[in-house]
T-cell receptor, first 113, second 113 residues
Framework: SQKIEQNSEALNIQEGKTATLTCNYTNYSPAYLQWYRQDPGRGPVFLLLIRENEKEKRKERLKVTFDTTLKQSLFHITASQPADSATYLC????????????FGAGTRLAVHP | DGGITQSPKYLFRKEGQNVTLSCEQNLNHDAMYWYRQDPGQGLRLIYYSQIVNDFQKGDIAEGYSVSREKKESFPLTVTSAQKNPTAFYLCASPGGQGNTEAFFGQGTRLTVV
């Protein structure tokens, strides 16, 4: 069956360091992968999308990589700040472009001053 | 301002009751989706609608029903047949076919009392 996995344990890092979150998937050949941020008790907010033919995507302090051979995406936050503390979700489209997304359970990031 | 509005934010249901969660969007998007989020799990797709007057079952549709009579509205009814309804419910709308972000509402937390 189709499966998407993210580190279930919380990631604790010091302010100013780079946070790296992992998303692995099996039994997929997704056309693209998305990353979302979710704060407690709120809906997810879209951050970045990376397509299968893109190795890397950047947006300000965020960087996403996509390795279709390893079936893995890495999400980096450089110069992390306490305000970056949240849960980060990765999502894949399993419907060939019709936006039927399947989500990972998310990784909780805590950035300490 | 544009977006997705879910109401109520908190909802309490007694055993054997049906309850309806509201989702309204002013983004002029065709597609709307309902997800359920439980602790430690990814978002799971309940129902989705790609166009007015049409909707499809997702992965966990049993015990739920929807309607799509207007483009702007996609209400979800949690029926008494749903044996474990306590969860965080999220309504979403992607921007278009393929490669676009999903906009989420702020969620409704349903608790059975």
């Amino acid at each position: 069956s189709q499966k998407i996995e993210q580190n279930s344990e919380a990631l604790n890092i010091q302010e100013g360091k780079t946070a790296t979150l992992t998303c692995n998937y099996t039994n997929y050949s997704p056309a693209y992968l998305q990353w979302y941020r979710q704060d407690p008790g709120r809906g997810p907010v879209f951050l970045l999308l990376i397509r299968e033919n893109e190795k890397e995507k950047r947006k300000e302090r965020l960087k996403v990589t996509f390795d279709t051979t390893l079936k893995q995406s890495l999400f980096h936050i450089t110069a992390s700040q306490p305000a970056d503390s949240a849960t980060y979700l990765c999502a894949l489209d399993r419907s060939g472009g019709y936006n039927k997304l399947i989500f990972g359970a998310g990784t909780r990031l805590a950035v300490h001053p | 301002d544009g977006g997705i509005t879910q109401s109520p934010k908190y909802l309490f249901r007694k055993e054997g009751q049906n309850v309806t969660l509201s989702c309204e969007q002013n983004l002029n998007h065709d597609a709307m989706y309902w997800y359920r989020q439980d602790p430690g799990q990814g978002l799971r797709l309940i129902y989705y609608s790609q166009i007015v007057n049409d909707f499809q079952k997702g992965d966990i549709a049993e015990g739920y029903s929807v309607s799509r009579e207007k483009k702007e509205s996609f209400p979800l009814t949690v029926t008494s047949a749903q044996k474990n309804p306590t969860a965080f419910y999220l309504c979403a709308s992607p921007g278009g076919q393929g490669n676009t972000e999903a906009f989420f509402g702020q969620g409704t937390r349903l608790t059975v009392v």
